[in-house]
């Protein structure tokens, strides 16, 4: 039950270069997001029936439960559960993603054992062929070049 | 039918959760079906020590609380087949669960497992009578410094107090050296002290940090003091006749290759 951690050149039908394309992103728009400006640590929890972002880190023992999309803009080494209702377009995103246990909808995923990578980027987890692939986000990228 | 071991203390930091994962690594090693329960809820650390923190789905307050089968609930260990962990919750608190239920629970684990250790959180309030309702041994563990035999006395006490007769004492951190030097509490002052049977004696050692940093347990380590300690403590359990290991480094060389080749 490890990841697939598909990386830049895995992710071929998109623009080729990594990136996602606009249209990728596009379901994500949600108004029903919350923000959370703190750091939660062990044994703090977040359940949310939406999109949930984090300003923070979320620390091992922690959990984030949302139905929508986990986005955090710090380090996530806690358990995330993204589409906990059941929506396998979910997203989980993260400045740093090292979770210790990361799921979306009904899948549950853990890094490999004995493996502490730091991949040094931020990244993007999300179901793809009924798995939970593990790819580079490069945030801004066509965002900042057209018009949403 | 198996046996409801609680490894509890009073003071926190003096190593009951180590001691639960080693003796509970160990009495598998042998063969033995062993389920390690975590009663620690808020504060849980018994899977971090047995490496097995991102295989956690449902914990034991979902078990109580009819979420989930308790079937659903069991992690089995990385490498021995018979050890598994009920872990406890880490986003809820010690009023999740009572009594009653960790009788219920004790019981059910009872009819599939040899051994069930709990692992008792610090404190004599709610976690603890948690911890102990289902039990039927007691194992309390201390260290050789005065608060620490303190309030082993006081848990012995308030064992007693709940029908867990004859409690077995660990000592755990010992530093040979320091006590003959008379500055540590000796095995025998302890004794006289808590008037209960010895179940075994652990030295001070840099091993169990390594080993439990690593997520793995110094049980299973040939080599060390500590894992030879901790091997003896579980077959003492089982009902062998071990003799307390002795701690004195203070003889030569000489002396003890002799012991070695059996001239003495």
Same mark, same amino acid.
């Given at each position: 039950?490890?990841?697939?951690?598909?990386?830049?050149?895995?992710?071929?039908?998109?623009?080729?270069?990594?990136?996602?394309?606009?249209?990728?992103?596009?379901?994500?728009?949600?108004?029903?997001?919350?923000?959370?400006?703190?750091?939660?640590?062990?044994?703090?929890?977040?359940?949310?029936?939406?999109?949930?972002?984090?300003?923070?880190?979320?620390?091992?023992?922690?959990?984030?439960?949302?139905?929508?999309?986990?986005?955090?803009?710090?380090?996530?080494?806690?358990?995330?559960?993204?589409?906990?209702?059941?929506?396998?377009?979910?997203?989980?995103?993260?400045?740093?993603?090292?979770?210790?246990?990361?799921?979306?909808?009904?899948?549950?995923?853990?890094?490999?054992?004995?493996?502490?990578?730091?991949?040094?980027?931020?990244?993007?987890?999300?179901?793809?062929?009924?798995?939970?692939?593990?790819?580079?986000?490069?945030?801004?990228?066509?965002?900042?070049?057209?018009?949403? | 039918?198996?046996?409801?071991?609680?490894?509890?203390?009073?003071?926190?930091?003096?190593?009951?959760?180590?001691?639960?994962?080693?003796?509970?690594?160990?009495?598998? *090693?042998?063969?033995? &079906?062993? @389920?390690? =329960?975590? %009663?620690?809820?808020?504060?849980?650390?018994? +899977?971090?020590?047995?490496?097995?923190?991102?295989?956690?789905?449902?914990?034991?307050?979902?078990?109580?609380?009819?979420?989930?089968?308790?079937?659903?609930?069991?992690?089995?260990?990385?490498?021995?087949?018979?050890?598994?962990?009920?872990?406890?919750?880490?986003?809820?608190?010690?009023?999740?669960?009572?009594?009653?239920?960790?009788?219920?629970?004790?019981?059910?684990?009872?009819?599939?497992?040899?051994?069930?250790?709990?692992?008792?959180?610090?404190?004599?309030?709610?976690?603890?009578?948690?911890?102990? *309702?289902?039990?039927? &041994?007691? @194992?309390? =563990?201390? %260290?050789?410094?005065?608060?620490?035999?303190? +309030?082993?006395?006081?848990?012995?006490?308030?064992?007693?107090?709940?029908?867990?007769?004859?409690?077995?004492?660990?000592?755990?951190?010992?530093?040979?050296?320091?006590?003959?030097?008379?500055?540590?509490?000796?095995?025998?002052?302890?004794?006289?002290?808590?008037?209960?049977?010895?179940?075994?004696?652990?030295?001070?050692?840099?091993?169990?940090?390594?080993?439990?940093?690593?997520?793995?347990?110094?049980?299973?380590?040939?080599?060390?003091?500590?894992?030879?300690?901790?091997?003896?403590?579980?077959?003492?359990?089982?009902?062998?006749?071990?003799?307390?290991?002795?701690?004195?480094?203070?003889?030569?060389?000489?002396?003890?290759?002799?012991?070695?080749?059996?001239?003495?």
């Amino acid at each position: 039950m490890a990841y697939q951690k598909g990386g830049i050149q895995k992710n071929t039908h998109s623009t080729g270069s990594g990136q996602g394309t606009l249209s990728d992103y596009e379901d994500m728009v949600d108004e029903n997001t919350i923000l959370v400006q703190r750091t939660l640590r062990s044994g703090q929890s977040i359940r949310y029936a939406g999109n949930i972002v984090i300003l923070g880190d979320v620390n091992p023992g922690a959990e984030v439960t949302a139905t929508g999309n986990v986005i955090v803009m710090g380090a996530l080494r806690g358990v995330v559960h993204a589409g906990a209702s059941g929506d396998e377009k979910a997203v989980v995103m993260a400045f740093r993603l090292q979770p210790t246990q990361l799921r979306i909808a009904n899948h549950i995923t853990r890094p490999p054992d004995n493996e502490n990578v730091d991949p040094g980027l931020p990244e993007l987890a999300r179901i793809r062929d009924g798995v939970v692939t593990i790819e580079a986000f490069y945030p801004g990228g066509e965002r900042q070049g057209k018009p949403v | 039918m198996g046996e409801v071991i609680v490894i509890t203390s009073g003071k926190g930091g003096v190593g009951k959760t180590t001691t639960t994962a080693n003796i509970g690594t160990g009495l598998a *090693a042998m063969g033995y &079906k062993v @389920v390690l =329960v975590d %009663t620690d809820i808020g504060l849980r650390n018994l +899977d971090v020590v047995l490496g097995l923190e991102n295989r956690i789905v449902y914990d034991l307050v979902d078990v109580t609380s009819g979420n989930c089968r308790l079937r659903q609930a069991l992690i089995k260990d990385k490498k021995l087949d018979g050890l598994h962990l009920l872990p406890a919750a880490q986003t809820k608190d010690k009023t999740a669960i009572n009594p009653e239920q960790m009788r219920q629970l004790c019981a059910d684990l009872k009819k599939e497992f040899d051994y069930i250790i709990i692992d008792c959180p610090a404190g004599i309030e709610q976690g603890f009578r948690n911890a102990i *309702a289902g039990a039927e &041994k007691a @194992v309390v =563990v201390t %260290t050789p410094e005065v608060s620490a035999v303190r +309030d082993a006395d006081r848990i012995i006490g308030l064992l007693e107090a709940a029908d867990l007769r004859e409690p077995k004492l660990i000592i755990n951190r010992i530093r040979p050296k320091m006590v003959r030097q008379g500055d540590m509490m000796s095995i025998d002052d302890i004794i006289d002290i808590l008037a209960v049977d010895l179940l075994g004696v652990i030295p001070e050692d840099e091993m169990i940090v390594i080993m439990t940093n690593r997520g793995e347990s110094v049980v299973l380590d040939q080599n060390s003091r500590s894992g030879q300690a901790y091997r003896n403590i579980v077959r003492r359990l089982t009902g062998e006749e071990v003799p307390v290991m002795n701690f004195d480094e203070n003889e030569g060389f000489f002396k003890k290759l002799k012991k070695m080749i059996g001239i003495k």
